[in-house]
């Protein structure tokens, strides 16, 4: 057994071309990990022992037989990935974190899944969430909270709860999230990984158990820039399933960058150490010659409003189909979040509300898609907090729902508009807990964020940290 | 905009197929009672000369071959998988009509 888990798919490779371990000796690791410490992070739902180990030997026979040809052909070669569990996994348990679904086996895969797959990667488990993707704090799942590997007694950020968690605490190399108001960034965030809110229309998502589908998205996840830069480049893209997206060549720009300082993001409510962290950030990227400008997006004060409208109502759309005929159980299964989401949503469009309630959050929504494209005009990108505060405790805001929603206040512009959002680690709080911020940029301009990442990350000379278990 | 009432809970709960105990009633009128005044500020924007969107993409009319192949359908034993209420490899479903004839 391996005692140091490669932090980067380059490692990953490095490692395995120069006979260092075999596939089958990270299996063996990843798995050693996850049996000795996830009983207490409790980041999967289900663990895929089996798969691994059969597509392990599959990949070591690759290597022994064409070396480095083989990673040309499988980019991401060796490479263990999780996914969360809203992606149908053919033969493998998806329960969207819901009772609902306890013992749902798909006979299909989603597109992202299976383009992973194809490019390599190895599937060790499903990963939990809150149910359905409703939450931003890991704890609305009916499998039990996340929790947060740097400290137990905080949340990791949800939904994608366990996508963060698992990576922090080096259960895989990559994982999958989905992004609907801050889903992916969020854990990202409060766990010190990276992780891509890709435009709306970038990466399919046929085969994951919809949310709110004209929000969305498919985020990958992992250590570094470079690492979700990669798996982007394996699963974006048409697939013919997904209607909504677009074939695009990807670029970014080699004069200056110029980015913009919202100030609605920087206001009242953002904590001291996430200000003062983003300051640092700002200051680094001077140091490299980027150029800073003061922007406004003033309706950004009603975007969780507007989130809070269109989101339920699609939601109470999209989970009728939960009648527990077909597959799943019945909708007494549903648990607290998505039942109050379903009444919500029923409720803004229902007769004589849906005027006032969906139709008016559909316009104002129409409000903030202008002011942003207006702000990429002039800018680049736009920097700004992911979450107002650092982690928060497990609980602390588990029974005002209120409360809970705004967390992701930062987060909704980039939904609502469809714009592109990376979440970047930049340090630590003065307790140990992750701090980080998001870069947006114009719909299809994920190259330019990538570079902005990397070249942030190369300043400092980051370095991926995991959680001492 | 208006609050909402303790029967209008139970009535959305009915137009959502949910069933709700008691205290799941009177919970989820508080919190949704104030998310929903959180939300009304969207009253004070003006949207009078304002399109809704709907959607980001800008696509519209986006269409595919109506193929029927082996590769992309699923086989009848596929559809009926995920569940063991079969009859001749029809799916069961409760009886919604109230008499029988």
Redesign the interface.
């Known amino acids: 057994m391996i005692m140091d888990i490669p932090s980067t798919i380059n490692e990953t490779r490095d490692g395995l071309l120069s006979k260092k371990y075999r596939v089958v000796d990270l299996i063996n690791a990843y798995l050693a990990k996850i049996a000795r410490y996830d009983g207490q992070i409790n980041s999967f739902i289900t663990v895929c022992e089996e798969n691994a180990y059969k597509v392990a030997k599959k990949a070591d026979k690759l290597i022994s037989e064409f070396g480095e040809k083989a990673f040309q052909d499988y980019p991401l070669l060796g490479c263990v990935v999780a996914h969360k569990d809203v992606f149908v996994t053919e033969g493998i348990r998806t329960t969207a974190a819901s009772k609902v679904l306890d013992s ?2 798909p ?2 895969s989603a597109t992202a899944v299976t383009r992973l797959d194809n490019a390599g990667a190895i599937c060790i488990g499903k990963l939990n969430c809150d149910a359905w993707a409703h939450g931003s704090s890991g704890e609305n799942s009916q499998f039990g909270a996340t929790k947060n590997p740097w400290n137990l007694k905080y949340v990791p950020g949800g939904s994608s709860s366990g996508s963060g968690a698992a990576l922090a605490a080096d259960f895989c190399l990559l994982s999958t999230g989905t992004d609907t108001c801050g889903s992916v960034r969020l854990p990202s965030n409060y766990c010190g990984v990276v992780g891509l809110k890709p435009t ?2 970038a990466i399919s998502r046929y085969g994951v158990i919809a949310m709110a589908s ?1 929000l969305d998205t498919v985020g990958p996840m992992a250590k570094t820039v470079e690492d979700v830069e990669m798996m982007f480049q394996a699963i974006s893209g048409p697939d ?1 399933k997904d ?2 997206i ?1 074939s695009v060549k990807y670029q970014s720009k080699n004069s200056s960058f110029k980015i913009g300082i919202p100030k609605e993001f920087f206001g009242e409510g953002l904590d001291d150490e996430v200000r003062n962290n983003l300051d640092s950030v700002i200051q680094i990227y001077k140091k490299l010659g980027v150029d800073f400008v003061d922007v406004s997006l003033p ?1 950004t ?2 975007a ?3 989130y ?2 269109i989101q339920p109502a699609e939601v ?1 759309s999209n989970l ?1 189909r939960y ?1 527990g ?4 159980n019945s ?2 299964a ?1 648990g ?1 979040e998505a ?2 989401r ?3 949503g ?2 803004v469009l ?1 007769s004589g509300y849906y005027d ?2 969906y ?9 903030i ?1 202008k002011e942003v494209s207006d702000v990429f005009e002039k800018v680049d990108a736009v920097i700004a907090p992911v979450a107002p505060t650092p982690p928060f405790k497990i609980g602390a805001k588990a029974n005002d ?2 409360q809970m ?1 705004l967390t992701d206040i930062y987060a909704a512009t980039a939904n ?3 714009i592109p959002s990376i979440a970047i680690p930049s340090g630590f709080t003065k307790n140990g807990l992750p701090l980080g911020f998001q870069l947006m940029g114009p ?1 299809f301009s994920e190259s330019l964020l990538f570079d902005l990442g990397k070249k942030y990350h190369k300043e400092i000379s980051y370095k991926p940290s995991v959680a001492k278990l | ?1 208006a609050s ?1 009432k303790i029967s ?2 139970r009535h ?2 009915k ?6 105990s008691k205290s ?1 009633e009177s ?2 009128f508080t ?2 009672n ?3 005044e ?2 009304n ?3 004070e ?1 003006d ?1 009078s000369d ?8 800008g ?1 519209e009319n ?1 269409y ?1 071959e109506d193929n029927v192949d082996a590769i992309s359908m ?1 086989k009848p034993n ?6 063991d ?1 079969i009859y001749n490899d029809f ?1 069961v ?1 409760d009886m919604i009509l109230s008499e029988k004839i």
Do not use: W
Not at chain 1, 359 to 367: G, N, P, Q, Y
Not at chain 2, 50 to 57: F, K, L, N, R
Not at chain 2, 78 to 83: A, D, E, L, R
């Open positions: 749902y086996v006979c299909y709306y229309g004209s013919g209607a909504t677009a309706s004060k009603y969780i409003s507007v809070y409208v109470s009728a009648d005929i077909r597959y799943g909708r007494d549903f607290d039942k109050r379903i009444m919500l029923t409720y229902s006032a309630y139709l008016k959050a559909m316009k104002v929504r129409t409000l898609r729902p209120l929603y609502l508009s469809g719909r | 905009m909402i209008d809970i959305i709960a137009l959502a197929n949910l069933s709700l799941q919970r989820f919190q949704i104030s998310v929903i959180h939300i500020v969207l009253c924007v949207t304002v399109e809704p969107t709907s959607q980001t993409t696509l986006i595919r699923l596929q559809v009926t998988s995920g569940t209420k799916f479903v």
